[in-house]
């Protein structure tokens, strides 16, 4: 048993975790092998348009960790000082910089549509889209990094001569916090520029994109301790000596971390918010043109190791068709009210192909599901229930389909599906989860991403010696729901 575990003194670590649609900074406090979370902050976050373009307000979202640390600092218990600090966000999106650590480009925002030429190009040139996924193991999808940053190169050529580092959003925010320039490899493994079999960057690919190499530092792995907490303003004595700790970056991997997974591989995964993210933990990468078709995506733990997942479209369908009725839900209780009045529907007829591309960043999400309806002349969901029904019954059909395609690629068998995140407490998404894919679903009330940053941290910290530990601590003092499949 290590030092820390023995003590009973507590450990307090604070988790910056931002979503496209909300952040929140948490305090985790860590005692005798549990760990017990308090939301001291939480915030609504959206991309904006200006012109035809839509960016982050980066400067908001700095603004909003700032007052999540000092409320942080200030929930602390008298004379407890926070130990750490992490970052994660969502994938892909990156900040330009000089060496001085400007901003020298606006931070687009991934559902921005400059990319839909270059997807399209790469898309048609078979051999080329080929090459990229042998050698990063990322498919063709419409928000990567490499096709963010061609573009920025293409339309601002004179960026090669401003710029001197990118920085993917949890990096760029690990600079603010520490004034250290890294890129972390979870993150950077999201970006289609990573070389699947290695820890470096694919330089292939990044001449295939016209991207300076320069750009990019050779990845860390999570765990890297980045320094002191350095930010003007936030000088509570709470802070004087909080280390700031590369976790893994991406949300997705650390919301992987928090699985309360089976030792032995058997349970497939679904981090379901906005997006949902089926995969596993797997030895290696799954690569071909079966895995190519079926869109896997060969993302990065903290460690390095992989973990193939699949992006289903996931809850920002349903976020975006409430937008279109005035009679949405507007809290805990009314979604609940939602989601149980469509549970008694019946199933419906047909489902939605949910990989439509037009679902992507549509004017009307309403609309653009009509759309599709109309063009299988399939009848109209008449009012929001049958609108949450036919969604949540089509994404559980999206899980099973990528549950089919793991099983098939790799020869295992998957005994239990594990979900966290948003999705998690919707009753509706779970069991149509587990009816589509004829196996058990077990839903954790646990903010993933916050539990998976916070433990990278107790590991680097030594309070925890691996993330099989953690996991084994975890997995006894959790929420969780069982629901069995129905034979249909
Ligand atoms: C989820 C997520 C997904 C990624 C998408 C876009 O928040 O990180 O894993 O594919 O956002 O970055």
Request: aromatic share 8%; charged share 20%; proline share 6%.
């Amino acid at each position: 048993m290590l030092a820390t575990e023995m003590r009973s003194s507590t450990l307090y670590c604070a988790a910056v975790d931002l979503g496209a649609t909300s952040g929140r900074v948490i305090l985790g406090a860590w005692s005798r092998n549990r760990l017990k979370l308090t939301e001291v902050h939480r915030f609504p976050n959206a991309f904006r348009s200006l012109g035809s373009h839509d960016y982050w307000e980066v400067g908001s979202l700095w603004n909003e960790a700032r007052v999540g640390l000092a409320k942080a600092a200030a929930a602390l218990p008298r004379g407890a000082r926070l130990a750490s600090v992490g970052v994660d966000t969502w994938g892909v999106d990156s900040a330009l910089v000089n060496d001085a650590g400007r901003l020298v480009f606006p931070v687009h925002a991934y559902r921005d549509g400059r990319t839909q030429a270059g997807l399209a190009h790469l898309a048609g040139t078979r051999a080329a889209l080929e090459r990229v996924y042998e050698a990063t193991g990322i498919p063709n999808v419409f928000y990567n990094t490499s096709l963010q940053l061609a573009e920025t190169v293409a339309s601002c050529p004179a960026i090669g001569d401003l710029a001197t580092r990118c920085l993917f959003l949890p990096d760029y925010f690990n600079y603010l916090l520490s004034g250290r320039m890294e890129n972390e490899i979870s993150i950077a493994s999201t970006s289609q520029l990573l070389d699947v079999h290695s820890k470096g960057w694919s330089r292939p690919t990044l001449d295939h994109f016209h991207i300076p190499p320069q750009w990019f530092s050779p990845p860390i792995l999570s765990g890297t301790r980045l320094g002191r907490l350095k930010v003007a303003g936030l000088d509570a004595p709470q802070l004087s000596r909080t280390e700031v700790i590369a976790v893994p970056g991406h949300d997705t991997a650390c919301a992987y971390d928090a699985m309360p997974a089976a030792p032995d591989g058997s349970d497939l995964y679904i981090s379901s918010g906005t997006w949902s993210l089926v995969g596993c933990e797997a030895a290696g990468p799954i690569l071909g043109p079966e895995a190519l078709a079926a869109r896997i995506a060969n993302e990065r733990m903290g460690d390095g190791r992989y973990r193939p997942l699949k992006n289903v479209i996931g809850l920002w369908l349903l976020e975006g068709v409430i937008r279109d009725f005035s009679a949405r839900p507007r809290s805990d209780r009314e979604w609940a009210a939602l989601i149980a009045a469509a549970a008694k529907r019946p199933t419906p007829a047909a489902l939605l192909d949910v990989a439509d591309p037009a679902f992507a960043n549509p004017p009307s999400m309403k609309a653009a599901i009509d759309a599709q309806l109309k063009r299988r002349k399939l009848p109209l969901p008449g009012n929001l229930v049958a609108y949450t029904r036919l969604i949540c019954d089509s994404l559980g059909r999206g899980h099973a389909d990528a549950k089919a395609a793991f099983e098939r690629m790799t020869g295992r068998v998957f005994k239990r599906i594990l979900i966290v995140g948003g999705g998690s407490r919707n009753g509706l998404l779970c069991q149509a989860t587990a009816d589509a894919a004829g196996i058990p679903v077990v839903s954790f009330t646990l903010e993933g991403t916050a539990v998976g940053n916070i433990a990278s941290q107790l590991i680097s910290l030594r309070a925890v010696k691996d993330i099989a530990t953690f996991r084994s601590h975890l997995g006894g003092n959790l929420n969780q729901k069982l629901y069995k499949p129905r034979k249909g």
